[in-house]
């Protein structure tokens, strides 16, 4: 079977989807969650790790945490701008303070920072607080 690689957000398994189904509500096979669910989703190490490396649809991570107010100022554009990317990208955070370990493996100086994986690598960063246009404009 053809098709774009997605990682499950909730349970880490490796899917598939026609290329033409993504903006279709796609499922995780083995749990059932939403593979392109329209919103900001909060995410832990191993399951980034892996949908970083694996999926064929753009991830962009918000690297975020809970005491930086620029953080908090975003963290509601990031999720209008989920919504408006949903057949396109998938929108993640992660939460530095939780996962401290991010900062050292993606030389992270300063946050909110985001970052666009595509096809297992690092394709695009971008660190400051955005708006939702904004967001939209630099995924593309």
């Given at each position: 079977m053809t098709g774009k690689k997605l990682t499950c957000l909730d349970c880490g398994q490796t899917n598939r989807v026609p290329?033409?189904?993504?903006n279709a509500g796609p499922k995780c096979g083995?749990?059932?969650?939403?593979?392109?669910?329209?919103?900001?989703?909060e995410v832990d190490w191993t399951t980034l790790q892996k949908a970083a490396r694996t999926d064929d649809?753009?991830?962009?991570?918000?690297?975020?945490?809970?005491?930086?107010?620029?953080c908090r100022?975003?963290?509601?554009?990031?999720?209008?701008?989920a919504d408006t990317l949903k057949s396109r990208a998938r929108l993640v955070k992660l939460n530095t303070q939780d996962f401290p370990q991010s900062g050292q493996t993606y030389g992270i100086r300063g946050i909110p920072t985001m970052?666009?994986?595509?096809?297992?690598?690092?394709?695009?960063r971008q660190s400051g607080?955005?708006?939702a246009e904004q967001i939209v404009n630099w995924v593309g």
């Open positions: 290329e033409d189904r993504l083995t749990c059932g969650t939403a593979l392109m669910p329209g919103k900001a989703i649809v753009p991830l962009i991570v918000d690297f975020w945490a809970p005491w930086c107010g620029p100022m975003m963290g509601p554009e990031f999720s209008k701008a970052i666009r994986f595509e096809q297992g690598r690092e394709d695009a607080a955005m708006r």
